[in-house]
Structure formats: C-alpha cells, structure tokens
C-alpha cells in the first residue's frame, strides 16, 4: 500500500465506471465530490498521505482533501474537498481487499456514490457520500474504489 502514498493516481469505482472527482474542478472549502469520468485531470487524481491511512489529497488542489460536510458522518452525509488537517473527518483508511475508504472517525463508514434506489447505475456528476460500508441491492458496491495508475 506504500505505493498509493508515492504517487498520484485515479480512484475508479467499478460499478460505475467513473472516478472520484472535485466537481467542476471547483477551488473552494465544501466543493462537492462526485463522480465523473476517468479522463486524465488533475482533478480526479488523488494520493493518500501516510500509505493506507491519512489525509485523502487531490491533485489539481493538493491543499484540498476528501472530508465530510459539517464534520458529520450520518446516512448520506455529503464528501467535500476541504482544506487539509487533522480532524478525524478528514482522515481515511483503505481497505484494499474490499477497495473501500473507511472513515478514521467512526470505521463502519465508507466513501459510497449516492444510490438513487431506482436501479439505475449513477452517472458522472452523481455526489458522493458516507453510508455504511456495505454491497448495494442487486450486488452493486458503490462503496468500492480501485486505483488507476
């Protein structure tokens, strides 16, 4: 997993097809994650700091990392670009085996693409949010991320 650290990289999730990005390349604290197609940009390239735990950081703003919106980690809470620091909402784990990005707040919380419910796969622009870390119905992980070198 030191590897993740070295290098900026994409994070696909399969299920989509698309990547996690900052929507719109925005440049602001509480910009909204979403996902959005896996072209070569800054903004949907990523490195965790500290291997396979710690700050989540983006390319395009590299004093920008994945957070969660008011520090809060309910069902659905939103996944922002915010400034990097110490706070524990800032802070994730990656699970290798699984692809999931468990929060360092509270472990049974993952990074997940917003499910509609209605059966039909999300697409670029759809928001991400922290749900429990768990496979969707139908057998569909939007909570699963795999990198793309």
Do not use: H
Request: some cysteine; proline content about 6%.
């Amino acid at each position: 997993m030191a590897a993740l650290a070295d290098d900026y990289f994409q994070l696909r999730n399969p299920a989509t097809g698309m990547c996690l990005a900052i929507y719109k390349n925005n440049q602001f604290n509480g910009a909204p994650v979403a996902i959005m197609p896996c072209t070569i940009s800054a903004g949907t390239s990523w490195k965790i700091n500290g291997g396979s735990t710690g700050w989540v950081q983006n390319e395009f703003w590299p004093y920008n990392c994945l957070n969660v919106w008011d520090a809060s980690l309910s069902e659905g809470s939103s996944v922002v670009g915010w400034g990097c620091e110490a706070a524990k909402n800032a802070s994730w784990s990656y699970d290798p085996s699984r692809g999931w990005l468990k929060s360092a707040k509270s472990p049974n919380w993952c990074i997940s693409v917003l499910d509609t419910g209605n059966g039909v796969v999300p697409g670029a622009g759809t928001l991400v949010v922290v749900k429990a870390c768990a496979t969707a119905p139908g057998g569909r992980d939007y909570a699963e991320w795999r990198p793309l070198s």
